[in-house]
């Protein structure tokens, strides 16, 4: 689906026509629930969250503006829901130090990584991504997994691009680290790391 289709179900859904709503909730569920779970990091947490988050967009739309895209609007929401649900349950936001002294090896990551299994890549690289602070987390996924621009992301946090570049560079630094860390050294030596 894209834009254009976007704005028919919308302005379809602002005349009364609840089943093209439907339609963009099919659409989107996943890539709600997914933001949500990153940072909650609880199923039913972010299934709430989801529906509360589907339940608002009905009660808003007619206020989009639509100087965005519809699903850069949608994770904004999104966003903002799984942090007001975070400080309602006293629950701090995932932190950690993301600068570091350490070189890192990214090209012998990328080496081990491409010898393992997809479904094994897909674990560790979620399982490191998951190690990162709460919002760096959200920006690796929402730039690399859904495939967002900085100037997208920007909109979704409400930060500036140039603060998501850096927070984007400093988190792949960070997660070469992690993955580095996951990998059993032999692995490493053994694909050409030393």
Same mark, same amino acid.
């Not at 909109?155 to 960070?174: A, M, Q, Y």
């Given at each position: 689906m894209n834009q254009h289709q976007d704005e028919h179900y919308i302005n379809e859904v602002i005349q009364g026509n609840t089943k093209s709503f439907v339609i963009l909730i099919d659409r989107y569920k996943h890539m709600v629930f997914t933001l949500a779970m990153k940072m909650l990091d609880n199923r039913e947490e972010a299934e709430e969250v989801a529906q509360d988050v589907f339940v608002k967009v009905y009660q808003v739309l007619s206020g989009f503006k639509k100087d965005s895209k519809f699903s850069t609007w949608l994770y904004k929401i999104t966003y903002n829901q799984s942090l007001d649900y975070l400080k309602k349950r006293g629950r701090n936001v995932r932190t950690s130090s993301i600068d570091t002294d350490k070189e890192y090896q990214w090209s012998t990551v990328e080496n081990v990584l491409d010898q393992l299994q997809r479904k094994e890549r897909i674990a560790i690289i979620k399982d490191a991504v998951n190690q990162l602070a709460m919002e760096d987390a959200v920006i690796v996924t929402l730039h690399y997994f859904e495939e967002l621009s900085l100037k997208e992301i920007s #909109? $979704? *946090?409400? @930060? %500036?691009? %140039? $603060? *998501? #570049? $850096? =927070?984007?560079? @400093?988190? @792949? #630094? =960070?997660l070469a680290q992690l993955l580095l860390q996951s990998l059993e050294p032999e692995m490493i030596e053994g694909y050409g790391g030393k």
């Open positions: #909109k $979704v *946090i409400g @930060r %500036n691009t %140039n $603060v *998501i #570049k $850096v =927070r984007l560079f @400093r988190s @792949r #630094k =960070r």
